[in-house]
């Protein structure tokens, strides 16, 4: 079964980091565009970061922008989302995402409908 997993999530103070992390199971990330969303408390999930496969085109909201940043491990099969500086309002569960790119990197977007493997999320809270 394709899926991807996430993990890294936990409890944090405000001002702190958490680094997640994303491993598909049954296919290689390389070869597909990424990216992590967040689902807050009573909110609609919103796009946090995403990645092209060849990680020429990217996306990151505006609301975590020099603080998360998105990044690839190919010699381990794995996508980190870096999130330093935390604050209450980045409090929510996050997903990763990934769709294979048969076009060759030409494909992206940084939205639900782009991205056909989802995990179940981690969850992240951020104390105040």
């Known amino acids: 079964q394709l899926q991807v997993v996430e993990s890294g999530g936990g409890l944090v103070q405000t001002g702190g980091s958490l680094r997640l992390s994303c491993k598909p199971s049954?296919?290689?990330?390389?070869?597909?565009?990424v990216g992590w969303f967040r689902q807050a408390p009573g909110k609609e999930t919103e796009a946090i970061s995403c990645?092209?496969?060849?990680?020429?085109?990217?996306f990151i909201a505006d609301s975590v922008k020099g603080r998360f940043a998105i990044s690839r491990d190919h010699a381990n099969n794995t996508v980190f989302l870096q999130m330093n500086s935390l604050k209450p309002e980045d409090t929510g569960v996050y997903f990763c995402?990934?769709?294979?790119?048969?076009?060759?990197?030409?494909?992206?977007?940084?939205?639900?409908?782009?991205?056909?493997?989802w995990g179940k999320g981690t969850r992240v809270t951020v104390s105040s």
């Open positions: 995402a990934a769709q294979f790119d048969s076009t060759g990197g030409s494909m992206f977007g940084c939205d639900t409908e782009t991205y056909g493997y």
């Open positions: 990645l092209s496969r060849h990680g020429g085109r990217s």
């Open positions: 049954g296919f290689t990330l390389a070869y597909s565009t």
